[in-house]
């Protein structure tokens, strides 16, 4: 029964990473992209590399508060779909938006300040798709650890890119997002991670309280 609740789970996680890219071919079949198509898909997939990254940061944290060990199995697979939005929004930008000319998009890259940032959040978080499997994990053992920690600077680049990209009124999303970033790294402070097991304890005593009332009450 455990198996078949983990294949459940892994199925509705793929479905749930999936899903934005399956939206976005149905918009783009349907004529559903807007007047300026090319920027609407440069968006959607910027977006979603942003949102799956803070996903995938937001695991380790959730296993120390709950206890549930078995979120860590699934980090390494929302990396990777944050890594496959990435791709997308990185393509779109070299075929649609520059048709190749790498002379152009290099000079792009350079000149202005957050196609820089973003530029420089993707090459990051290439090595960390490439070592994303156990052969890399055993391979470089305490290394693998040190370096997947550049999944936070990646995070907050594609968070500045994000910002930068924006107009003035329009920057709501992105400072949600900064919030919850900001949220996590915090979390990830000694001091405060230690105290997340002691948070758990203190959660479940006030909840087996309140349900030792309830059979009471009934």
């Not at 294949?7 to 976005?24: K, Q």
């Not at 995938?56 to 697979?77: D, K, Q």
């Not at 000149?111 to 090459?123: Q, S």
């Amino acid at each position: 029964m455990a198996h078949l609740g983990r294949r459940a789970l892994a199925v509705l996680l793929w479905l749930g990473c999936l899903a934005p890219a399956g939206v976005l071919a149905w918009d783009a079949a349907h004529h559903g992209l807007g007047v300026n198509p090319i920027t609407e898909v440069t968006h959607r997939t910027g977006r979603w590399t942003l949102i799956l990254l803070l996903v995938t940061l937001g695991f380790t944290p959730l296993r120390r508060l709950t206890g549930w060990n078995g979120a860590i199995r699934w980090r390494r697979t929302v990396g990777l779909f944050a890594f496959f939005y990435a791709v997308l929004h990185f393509a779109n930008y070299v075929v649609l938006d520059y048709f190749f000319d790498w002379a152009l998009i290099a000079e792009d890259i350079a000149e202005r300040p957050y196609v820089t940032v973003g530029f420089t959040a993707f090459l990051l978080l290439v090595p960390l798709a490439a070592t994303s499997n156990r052969f890399s994990i055993r391979r470089l053992g305490k290394r693998w650890q040190r370096l997947h920690r550049l999944v936070y600077a990646a995070a907050g680049l594609a968070l500045l890119h994000f910002l930068w990209l924006v107009k003035a009124p329009d920057i709501g999303r992105p400072l949600r997002y900064g919030a919850v970033l900001a949220l996590l790294l915090v979390l990830r402070v000694p001091a405060l991670s230690k105290r997340l097991p002691a948070v758990k304890r203190g959660v479940a005593a006030v909840a087996a309280r309140v349900h030792g009332r309830r059979e009471r009450a009934a």
